[in-house]
């Protein structure tokens, strides 16, 4: 694999001021979602400062909408040179480390105050580098908002989504999240969505408001109960190997566009879902279902209990770190 990896990055660097001819090295950004979330958003910002840095050295070209690939394919791009960055759900790297099923847990991360205390200490550092056996570095952590439940049928209690069945990422924590209620949950990728949705292939999903309203999830679901149940968590990710033989000066300049990228993204990522919530309201197609304290503790009662199936595969400290970042008991 490593062998495969180095010659994607011969490749990849062939043209870049590294090597002879110091021609411009271009990077390819791919992501799934639309230019108007905050990761699309965040793309885009670290487009703009490599651009302003580094000039006729390294230019970025962005691929949102999964235009060059979904994120379910985007590690191997990686590794074989067909991207460069890509910035997918935390929930599609189980496979590499179960340590971030810690981002999928229901009711853990209260706010995204909470999310980055924990990104930012310790632990979030160690995650950051939790891929690295895998030839993949991780740059910054970028949210995108809490997720809602949106389904074709009013979702006030957990019984309410008994049976019914929702699309998730590939998740073994989200699997068993469902499970908890009683309901199917459907992997699916996300391109695949609205169609399923609209298809009547499953019943409802989960998402925030910027991906409900930037994919139109909201026409073809007539209900979105307000659960703030979790957290879509991304991260910038690269190659190893080819993020290694950029000269120090330029990888320095990256990774810091990189982390303002990732910061200016957080920023406005409140706004932003906020915004789409109105948005979606003011559209008529979908009612949004605000829980009483009551309803809203049945759901925690219920999903809570996934925790303890997985503090073992994510680890103890971090499972008490993210609990100590939010004040959850």
């Not at 670290?46 to 979904?70: H, S, Y």
């Not at 925030?208 to 149940?229: A, D, G, K, L």
């Amino acid at each position: 694999m490593r062998s495969l990896i180095s010659a994607a990055v011969a490749a990849a660097l062939a043209l870049s001021p590294a090597a002879a001819g110091a021609a411009e090295t271009v990077i390819k950004f791919s992501h799934v979602v639309a230019e108007n979330t905050p990761k699309g958003k965040a793309a885009q910002r670290f487009k703009e400062l490599v651009a302003q840095r580094l000039a006729g050295t390294v230019r970025v070209d962005i691929f949102p909408n999964a235009k060059l690939m979904d994120d379910e394919n985007v590690v191997e791009g990686l590794r074989q040179g067909s991207v460069q960055i890509a910035a997918p759900s935390l929930s599609l790297l189980e496979p590499y480390s179960k340590a971030y099923q810690v981002f999928d847990l229901p009711f853990l991360f209260g706010s995204t105050e909470a999310l980055d205390r924990f990104q930012k200490g310790p632990a979030g550092g160690q995650l950051l580098g939790a891929m690295r056996g895998a030839g993949i570095e991780g740059l910054c952590f970028i949210h995108n908002g809490m997720k809602q439940l949106s389904a074709d049928t009013p979702l006030r209690v957990p019984g309410d989504a008994r049976d019914r069945k929702f699309r998730i990422q590939p998740s073994s924590v989200l699997v068993a999240q469902f499970e908890a209620l009683g309901a199917v949950p459907v992997k699916a990728p996300f391109t695949k969505v609205f169609h399923m949705l609209q298809a009547k292939a499953v019943d409802g999903q989960e998402n925030t408001w910027s991906n409900i309203y930037s994919q139109r999830f909201y026409e073809v679901q007539p209900y979105i109960t307000e659960t703030n149940h979790g957290s879509l968590e991304y991260v910038f990710i690269v190659a190893s190997d080819f993020w290694s033989q950029f000269p120090e000066g330029v990888r320095s300049d990256l990774t810091s566009a990189a982390n303002e990228a990732c910061a200016y993204g957080n920023s406005i990522a409140a706004e932003l879902n906020a915004a789409a919530r109105q948005k979606i309201i003011a559209s008529g197609y979908s009612q949004v279902i605000q829980l009483t304290p009551e309803q809203r503790g049945r759901w925690v009662e219920v999903m809570k209990p996934v925790w303890a199936k997985f503090e073992s595969d994510i680890g103890k400290p971090i499972l008490e770190a993210a609990i100590a970042a939010n004040g959850a008991s």
